[in-house]
């Protein structure tokens, strides 16, 4: 893509257009006036997808079972009321989307074996799919064999990028760059001491960060500890962060593990008013299984939160809350999950067709303007452009937003200088 | 009294049913992408075929099979990685050559215990011997010390558990949770597309009626007979002058090397090899498979690997959210009302009318396997 424009950051004009934006808050659910007059299948499917004169299939493959079914759920949710609201809407290229949803079972090879039923068998034009990095890099080589589509919700590690996948998390280098920026300049922090689980994600992202505080925050990191997915003894880090007394206490601690750590920190006698810890890792979600009380005073490094005060967000969550349920939370990364159907529908009515190569052709320079964080647009390398936001969690497990950055940040999955 | 014909006739039936439905039925009805499923099912009949010999004849009932069966798949797949990982395929990385994995945990070279497995006849030696020596130290350390029962159970599930930390661990060194993924090619041949997978697929099951071949001589030599003397009185062949120990390590190490054969089919199968077949789970997964097929037969235990899989790729495909509870149902039932699993089912009601049929026109009747009708206590 030769366009610079498109690359750069937001316009004047596209600001003024996405503030008029918000005085129309269901503007993405009016008809089409497009419905009335579908293409011909034959035009618009030329590889033999699952799409009919009035319907066209896609795949749902999230872990509706197992240890991840907890997070996962939300991701299933979003997805599910995305699909509902585009048909409302007059479908994509006037086709009503049907879903097929199949059970990654919170197992890799599980994952990669629906996957390919789901190209293979089924047929699918898109598949919304996936949490872990681990069921990720399990599905990749399947969607790139069989050239399927994959939307991926999640915040990853980075060091990807392949034609058949749309990220709509963020990688890592938008998440933690922006954050550190903000807590080193508010905080003056010097010293960090960085937590997190034992696998790719957590060690990408603390190298990307301890690059990033030495570098070019000239800080020091006193300590760096991994435990074990699913650990939940953390008196020994806890008495070591009390010895070197780092100014922030960096987390990127996944899962259940969370739940042990914030009520071990708090016994240990860490006021997190006080001690400033930055967490990537911690979402509404989350929460909702550490209590509100525990983890009081934390700032979370993220693209969304549930609490931001825009309109289209207001509409999502009312939205979602009336499909699911007035209880449920929405995290980041169910909000990213939202924007997979939505981003996929886009790009189908830009490219005029539902071709794999020509959607994948076709996205970078898509932009939604009814993403509940604001505004995204797809980049040549298949993430997206997107905010970056600290919010401090409040004691009713929400987070109250302290800073966002004033332009979308440039995804870099392959940053210079932090390999 | 050794039998004088390799299989008797139930036997011969049971056998004759599986190779037609293997190499005829299947690859006929079954597009590429179910006959792929189908070689994914048939490696966890490798395991099963050797929990019959060691839980099923020998009495020993293991629950780490899925340590046999990770380490074969594990130097299957540490070959194929290696060839997927050319200089050319990983330019983008740090230190292009080296798998995908080891980049992005920052180790610069290739550790040198994973240098032989550019060799192919190396991997190969290496998928039968590293489980089988690995299981001779086991067994040798457990059996020896007369360790058995529960407790050789519960040692084989400690083992299983701490093979998958480690793997875990040390992510540098072995993909950690993710695993090795994206295996591509196999000297060059490509493994992935269909018409490879219809070769795999004939390999597999030539491989597995082989391993069936091998059992089944085990079973009717004079080393078949005294598995089953064990399992039912262990001090009297110990009194009789027989190590007892060394008939268990080597039920045991041959349990070990099928799963390994599994495992090593596995990868090249599917493509793919994870920590999440190692684990304790899975290990009781594969005990489940041969007791529901029936742990007395071989022909039973593989059926039963076959069955339960398909029976979890068909509920999980129909009801995402509520397949594990259907499965489980499933195990109890069989469990329960069949406690030799399906082939005691079929002997029971199935195989005397066929015999009666039979018989109606040769008197002469010797489909009994005492085998399978002494239905010993389980473990």
């Known amino acids: 893509m030769s366009d610079e424009a498109n690359k750069g950051l937001l316009s004047p004009l596209r600001r003024k257009l996405l503030m008029g934006m918000a005085a129309v808050p269901a503007i993405t659910m009016l008809p089409r006036a497009s419905f009335a007059q579908a293409p011909a299948t034959s035009a ?101 064999q069989y050239n399927g589509m994959l939307y991926y919700p999640t915040f990853y590690e980075g060091l990807e990028q392949s034609k058949n996948v749309i990220y709509t998390g963020q990688e890592a280098t938008q998440q933690i760059l922006a954050g550190l920026n903000w807590i080193a300049k508010e905080k003056g922090a010097k010293s960090f001491f960085f937590i997190g689980s034992d696998y790719i994600w957590p060690r990408t992202s603390n190298k990307i960060a301890r690059k990033h505080v030495e570098n070019v925050l000239k800080g020091k990191v006193v300590g760096e500890e991994y435990y074990p997915l699913g650990n939940t003894q953390f008196n020994s880090v806890i008495n070591k962060i009390k010895l070197t007394k780092p100014d922030v206490i960096f987390t990127d601690v996944v899962g259940g593990s969370n739940v042990a750590f914030y009520k071990q920190l708090k016994a240990a006698g860490i006021d997190l008013s006080k001690q400033a810890l930055l967490t990537i890792s911690v979402t509404e979600d989350e929460i909702d299984g550490i209590g509100g009380e525990n983890i009081a005073g934390a700032y979370a490094c993220m693209k969304y939160f549930q609490s931001l005060d825009n309109a289209n967000n207001k509409a999502f969550v009312s939205a979602f809350k009336k499909m699911w349920g007035e209880k449920t939370v929405i995290g980041d990364v169910t909000q990213a999950a939202y924007l997979g159907p939505w981003l996929w529908k886009l790009t189908v009515e830009k490219a005029g067709s539902f071709d794999v190569d020509k959607i994948a052709a076709a996205s970078p320079g898509v932009e939604f303007k009814g993403a509940p964080e604001g505004y995204v647009r797809i980049h040549e390398n298949h993430h997206l452009w997107s905010k970056t936001r600290v919010g401090r969690a409040k004691l009713d497990g929400q987070f109250e937003l302290i800073f966002e950055t004033a332009d979308l940040v440039e995804p870099d999955p392959f940053p210079k200088g932090y390999q | ?87 050319e395929n990983t330019k983008i990385q740090s230190t292009p050559g080296i798998p995908d994995f080891m980049d992005w945990n920052q180790i610069t070279s290739l550790p040198l215990f994973w240098q032989p497995f550019h060799s192919l006849t190396f991997t190969i030696l290496a998928i039968i011997l590293v489980p089988g020596l690995f299981a001779l130290i086991i067994g040798t350390a457990m059996f020896k010390r007369r360790v058995g029962g529960t407790y050789f159970a519960i040692i084989t599930q400690a083992v299983a558990a701490i093979l998958t930390i480690l793997i875990v661990g040390q992510q540098g060194y072995t993909g950690g949770i993710n695993g090795m993924t994206d295996l591509r090619t196999l000297k060059g041949w490509d493994i992935r597309p269909d018409h490879a997978k219809i070769i795999l697929y004939f390999v597999e099951v030539v491989l597995l009626f082989a391993c069936i071949g091998i059992a089944q001589f085990i079973r009717l030599t004079k080393l078949g007979r005294i598995l089953v003397a064990m399992r039912e009185q262990e001090d009297r062949v110990r009194f009789s002058g027989y190590s007892v120990a060394n008939f268990k390590i080597f039920a045991f190490c041959m349990a070990a090397v099928f799963a390994a054969i599994g495992g090593a089919m596995f990868a ?13 789970v899975p290990s009781i997964e594969m005990v489940i498979y041969t007791a529901v097929g029936g742990r007395m037969s071989i022909f039973g235990a593989i059926w039963g690997a076959i069955l339960v899989n398909f029976a979890k790729t068909s509920l999980s495909e129909s009801f995402p959210q509520l397949w594990l509870f259907g499965l489980g149902a499933l195990f109890i039932a069989v469990v329960l009302a069949f406690p030799n699993g399906l082939s005691g089912l079929w002997a029971d009601y199935v195989q005397p009318r066929i015999d009666w049929l039979f018989a109606s026109r040769k008197p002469k009747s010797d489909w009994k396997d005492n085998s399978v009708a002494d239905g010993a206590p389980a473990e």
């Open chain 1, 44 to 144: 618009v499917n030329t590889t033999g997808l699952a799409v009919t004169d009035t319907e066209v299939t896609v795949g749902i493959l999230h872990s509706a079972t197992g240890t991840m079914a907890i997070s996962e759920t939300g991701s299933i949710q979003a997805e599910k009321l995305a699909i509902e609201q585009i048909n409302a809407a007059g479908g994509v290229l006037g086709r009503k989307i049907k879903f097929i949803q199949e059970d990654g079972a919170s197992d890799w090879p599980t994952f990669a074996e629906k996957a390919k039923k789901l190209l293979v068998n089924d047929k699918v034009a898109a598949i919304m799919g996936c949490w872990t990095s681990a069921s990720r890099k399990a599905v990749l080589p399947v969607v790139e």
């Open chain 2, 1 to 87: 009294m050794i039998n004088s014909r390799f299989f008797n006739r139930s036997e011969l039936m049971g056998f004759i049913a599986l190779a037609a439905v293997l190499f005829v039925i299947l690859p006929l009805t079954l597009d590429v992408f179910r006959l792929n499923l189908v070689a994914k099912y048939l490696t966890y009949a490798f395991v099963a075929l050797g929990l019959v010999l060691c839980w099923g004849y020998g009495g020993i009932l293991s629950l780490g099979q899925g340590v046999f069966f990770g380490l074969g798949g594990y130097c299957m797949a540490m070959f194929l990685k290696l060839e997927a990982s050319s200089v």
């Open chain 2, 268 to 280: 090249l199968n599917v493509g793919f090899m994870s920590p999440s077949f190692v684990g304790i």
